[in-house]
């Protein structure tokens, strides 16, 4: 068309419609980036720069697959939180409430029951379980209430970005992105060796669930098991995974019955080759209502629709497209009568 020759106004105008488009969208995209993160049951789909949108569960999805930052809070985390933070369940401290100066003594922070019997709750509200320590975990500022074994042979390590070696192992964490994990480095030890993390004691009145994100990527990987240890020995394991299972966070669930007391072991071991690093990251512990087990199975993968397109409303790249062909189709009319 003559009218989108070289050096034409129109042809100028339409180049800065596009650049403006592309740029308002680079804007939408770090917001989102920095606003929230994906929950451990979802992953980042197609539209990985506005919403976390894929289920990774078998079932129909519930509720949004995202959750805001420290910094955000809102259905679309767009909305700056006051200083300090108000919603707290108190399982890394205090958040932004403080003890009053003004009265006679503090409140204190536990878990499981309180020290006098017949008074106080047997366990705290969010994930009713007593425990020793933190167990839910996604490793951002150390191991949370887990610890290394002592009969195994090396120790996990936790890290941030890649593993040192390369062809194995995630480039970053499952949290954030730029966040921390735990895995096992496979280039100093030998053949056969094992690696132990354990929880913090839990006691469960209900039936839980423990779900985590695993990443077994190289082609010397051996293996993953977790264990329910109820007693002094480690029992059987509940859970295996063998050999590689591709360049990605993977996510894994073990039931654990209503009424017992136990920890969770991870153990990894070492294959024939240093390409072997096995990750862990977001460890937590939930109820189990679903009746969902992990079979080993592909993940189903599900798009919420819903969340995409509510995202994509906030976007600025869609309406600001459509306001370019509307100016292009009124220009047209205006110079080719």
């Given at each position: 068309?003559?009218?989108?020759?070289?050096?034409?106004?129109?042809?100028?105008?339409?180049?800065?419609?596009?650049?403006?488009?592309?740029?308002?969208?680079?804007?939408?995209?770090?917001?989102?980036?920095?606003?929230?993160?994906?929950?451990?049951?979802?992953?980042?789909?197609?539209?990985?720069?506005?919403?976390?949108?894929?289920?990774?569960?078998?079932?129909?999805?519930?509720?949004?697959?995202?959750?805001?930052?420290?910094?955000?809070?809102?259905?679309?985390?767009?909305?700056?939180?006051?200083?300090?933070?108000?919603?707290?369940?108190?399982?890394?401290?205090?958040?932004?409430?403080?003890?009053?100066?003004?009265?006679?003594?503090?409140?204190?922070?536990?878990?499981?029951?309180?020290?006098?019997?017949?008074?106080?709750?047997?366990?705290?509200?969010?994930?009713?379980?007593?425990?020793?320590?933190?167990?839910?975990?996604?490793?951002?500022?150390?191991?949370?209430?887990?610890?290394?074994?002592?009969?195994?042979?090396?120790?996990?390590?936790?890290?941030?970005?890649?593993?040192?070696?390369?062809?194995?192992?995630?480039?970053?964490?499952?949290?954030?992105?730029?966040?921390?994990?735990?895995?096992?480095?496979?280039?100093?030890?030998s053949s056969g060796s094992v690696a132990r993390v354990i929880s913090?004691?839990?006691?469960?009145?209900?039936?839980?669930?423990?779900?985590?994100?695993?990443?077994?990527?190289?082609?010397?990987?051996?293996?993953?098991?977790?264990?329910?240890?109820?007693?002094?020995?480690?029992?059987?394991?509940?859970?295996?995974?063998?050999?590689?299972?591709?360049?990605?966070?993977?996510?894994?669930?073990?039931?654990?019955?209503?009424?017992?007391?136990?920890?969770?072991?991870?153990?990894?071991?070492?294959?024939?080759?240093?390409?072997?690093?096995?990750?862990?990251?977001?460890?937590?512990?939930?109820?189990?209502?679903?009746?969902?087990?992990?079979?080993?199975?592909?993940?189903?993968?599900?798009?919420?629709?819903?969340?995409?397109?509510?995202?994509?409303?906030?976007?600025?790249?869609?309406?600001?497209?459509?306001?370019?062909?509307?100016?292009?189709?009124?220009?047209?009319?205006?110079?080719?009568?």
């Open positions: 068309m003559a009218v989108l020759a070289r050096g034409s106004p129109l042809r100028r105008l339409t180049l800065m419609v596009l650049l403006l488009c592309l740029f308002m969208e680079y804007i939408v995209e770090a917001a989102a980036e920095e606003a929230f993160v994906c929950l451990s049951d979802w992953r980042l789909g197609i539209m990985e720069h506005l919403y976390c949108a894929v289920w990774k569960q078998s079932g129909t999805p519930s509720g949004d697959g995202c959750r805001c930052t420290s910094q955000y809070e809102g259905r679309c985390c767009n909305v700056h939180k006051p200083q300090g933070t108000f919603n707290c369940d108190f399982e890394l401290g205090l958040c932004g409430w403080r003890q009053a100066y003004d009265d006679n003594f503090d409140w204190s922070r536990r878990s499981g029951s309180t020290p006098s019997s017949n008074t106080g709750p047997n366990a705290d509200h969010t994930t009713g379980i007593s425990t020793s320590g933190t167990f839910n975990c996604d490793f951002e500022l150390g191991l949370c209430g887990w610890r290394q074994a002592y009969d195994d042979n090396f120790d996990w390590s936790r890290r941030s970005g890649s593993t040192p070696s390369s062809n194995t192992g995630p480039n970053a964490d499952h949290t954030t992105g730029s966040g921390y994990y735990i895995y096992i480095e496979t280039s100093s030890v913090p004691l839990v006691t469960a009145t209900s039936a839980k669930c423990v779900q985590f994100c695993y990443h077994m990527y190289g082609r010397n990987v051996n293996r993953l098991k977790v264990y329910i240890k109820t007693g002094s020995s480690l029992g059987n394991p509940v859970w295996t995974r063998t050999g590689a299972q591709g360049n990605q966070w993977n996510f894994g669930q073990v039931d654990i019955p209503a009424g017992i007391s136990f920890n969770i072991v991870f153990e990894a071991s070492r294959g024939s080759g240093y390409y072997g690093d096995i990750s862990l990251d977001d460890i937590s512990i939930v109820d189990n209502s679903s009746g969902q087990q992990d079979t080993g199975q592909q993940d189903t993968i599900i798009i919420n629709y819903t969340s995409i397109n509510l995202k994509l409303g906030l976007g600025l790249g869609l309406p600001l497209g459509i306001l370019a062909l509307a100016i292009l189709v009124y220009v047209c009319k205006k110079k080719c009568g």
